[in-house]
């Protein structure tokens, strides 16, 4: 009679072994791919509609840029001018050697140069100054102006009590006595285009070196305006 194998002692193989071995391998596979697989995410709605409004607002930005890039070079806007085209020196006198009273007025001229464009201007300063030392200021009222338009305006300039360095006020006395006066006159006003939707605004400074005879009659001898922003 033949023994069997476990009789004769000759260890069992496990049933399988190579099965088992293979779906080991491919079970571990399988997790590291799933764990190396990033996750697929829908974009939320919210989202998508916060992208194309921001979408629409920057092609409406570029759209309003090219326009006005546009419209500005066929306009192509001017600085307004100011002059002074008279004037008149009342009275220059001392209360004492260091304080200065006066009259001064000067006739302002207010230009429009562009042809298509209305300006208004805001915010208007004259200051006189007698050798860089302001003596007199007033305010203008603001106004708008038409395409090519001109606007003369009355300043009245008056000095009370102004203190004067003493040398600067030898100075003054000298010139009334040689009839030659010479002032600086500066303005400073805020300039506002409208061009259909667009309103474009800054600052123009202007300064206007003036030479008078002397009072009580005083005329304007001779002027030079230069008008910057």
Known sequence: ???SVEELGIPKQPRNQHSLRSESSNSLASTRAILGQPRIQRTKPIIWCAAILCLIFSLVLIFFGIATLILYLAMKPRNPTFDIPNASLNVVYFDSPQYLNGEFT????????NRRIGVRFESLNIEL???DRLVSSQTVKPFTQRPRETR???VNLISSLVFLPQDVGVKLQRQVENNRINYN???TFKVRFNIGLIHLSYWLHTICQIEMTSPPTGILVARQCITNR
Do not use: T, V
């Open 1 to 3: 009679m033949l023994a």
């Open 106 to 113: 000067l006739l302002a001229n207010f230009s429009n140069p």
């Open 129 to 131: 100054f007698y050798s």
């Open 152 to 154: 003369l305006q009355s």
């Open 185 to 187: 006159a500066r303005g």
